[in-house]
């Protein structure tokens, strides 16, 4: 590829995932507040406020993979220019978010207790403390399922600065509330813990009331088609919706558990580190979704075109300008490590521990360049039974091996396993991914 047309790439993919990038930093900073203020409340808090979450933010990606299958449906009936079966379908994702969050606010509220004592093994005041926040925290899910649907809508509407904006007020509110609800101040009680969880809750209100708002003040172009439409749109999601969630079910939850399980028996100490590494290898790893969905767009509408050789073009081009941004942001986060890990925790021991292993959580992004970017363009192309299979099997094989080496060396055992897999994959799907580039049907 020649360097003018190699630049042209990098840009396009760099203007594409900007505002994505934004975003996610956006949400990122509302999952962070939560962490933050309970951790400078209190260590313990801290440390099981961080299951929860992890918990909750797993069973959120899996149930909320339903807006992609809207997504799926409605950029079909927009680009056939159908806007009654569009309005349609939005109407049926909204219902079914709303049917299947309220089924898991109510398995969460009958069975936290249980789940969490007998598969993490928490017990007394961590485990009260830890229930405190996770039951207003089960409601978030139902919040989140539907903000997502409203994302999809107006994306397709192409109108994406409302995202923004809706993200920007939910911070914003957060904020407020969760300082307020967890020290006691301007007048609130004094939660503690739980406050934490209930001002994401008015966050997440707020944020959706500006985009009902924003829905009304547009005005509907035309009235959803009901009866047998709506019946066709529930349909065609429920059938896109299992793969997709067996997918993000392997990936986010199931293996998400098995990592939270492990690294709580390991105790309270080390699920303060665990904790404070996830979050700021988290942040770090934002632009690898970014620019891997930036890509992914780029790639599959050079597919349709019949232009093979710009798809190579913008895979090597996406995972250099991924792998460019991850580095910079290492580097940063090294020289700085212990002031931006203040922000977070103030307890020196935790982030002494935490600073030894910061270069495992770095690694672990590295690896999760390739792997995402190529699992996007094969989930894109209808080769998603692959990516399942796949995701299937590294689930087994490295759940396995991260309760092994977890009990045998700690949080250095897991990082190590959890980078491996990410390596495996990526390699997998790198040749598949050739192979398809070699006989594009």
Request: charged share 15%.
């Amino acid at each position: 590829m020649n360097s003018i047309q190699y630049k042209t790439d990098c840009r396009d993919i760099h203007r594409m995932a900007y505002p994505i990038l934004l975003n996610y930093v956006l949400s990122s900073v509302f999952e962070l507040l939560d962490k933050a203020i309970v951790g400078h409340y209190s260590v313990r808090g801290f440390a099981v406020v961080g299951i929860a979450a992890s918990f909750t933010f797993a069973i959120t990606g899996a149930l909320g993979i339903l807006s992609a299958a809207f997504n799926i449906v409605a950029a079909g009936e927009r680009g056939s220019c159908n806007e009654p079966k569009f309005e349609s379908a939005f109407a049926v994702s909204k219902s079914l978010a709303l049917l299947i969050g309220t089924v898991f606010f109510a398995l969460s509220l009958l069975g936290g207790r249980f789940f969490f004592r007998h598969v993490y093994g928490i017990r007394g005041d961590d485990l009260s403390e830890l229930l405190s926040y996770f039951y207003p925290a089960a409601f978030t899910v139902i919040q989140n399922m539907l903000i997502f649907q409203y994302s999809a809508y107006f994306r397709n509407r192409l109108n994406t600065r409302i995202t923004l904006y809706s993200t920007i007020v939910s911070t914003g509110v957060n904020l407020f509330f969760d300082y307020s609800l967890v020290y006691g101040f301007f007048g609130m009680p004094c939660l503690g813990t739980a406050g934490a969880a209930w001002g994401s809750v008015i966050g997440l209100a707020a944020g959706l009331l500006v985009y009902q708002l924003t829905y009304y003040r547009t005005g509907l172009p035309v009235k959803p088609a009901l009866g047998h439409t709506a019946k066709e749109a529930a349909g065609k999601i429920l059938r896109l919706y299992p793969s997709l969630f067996g997918q993000e079910m392997l990936e986010s939850t199931i293996f998400a558990c098995i990592v939270s399980a492990v690294v709580a028996r390991l105790g309270t100490e080390q699920m303060a580190v665990y904790n404070l590494l996830d979050t700021a290898g988290s942040a770090i790893g934002l632009p690898v979704y970014a620019y891997a969905a930036a890509t992914q767009t780029y790639s599959l509408q050079s597919r349709s075109a019949g232009n093979m050789r710009a798809v190579r073009r913008y895979l090597k081009s996406g995972l250099f300008l991924t792998s460019l941004v991850i580095g910079l942001l290492c580097i940063f986060c090294r020289i700085f490590d212990r002031p931006l890990l203040q922000l977070i925790v103030t307890d020196d021991h935790i982030i002494q521990q935490a600073q030894r292993l910061l270069g495992l959580a770095f690694l672990l992004q590295f690896a999760r360049i390739p792997y995402q970017i190529y699992m996007n363009y094969l989930q894109g192309i209808g080769r998603e039974k692959y990516v399942l299979i796949g995701t299937a099997a590294g689930t087994a094989c490295s759940g396995i091996g991260v309760i092994i080496a977890g009990n045998a060396a700690g949080l250095t055992g897991l990082y190590l396993v959890m980078a491996a897999e990410l390596c495996i994959l990526g390699t997998c799907y790198i040749f598949r991914v050739r192979k398809s580039l070699l006989n594009p049907r």
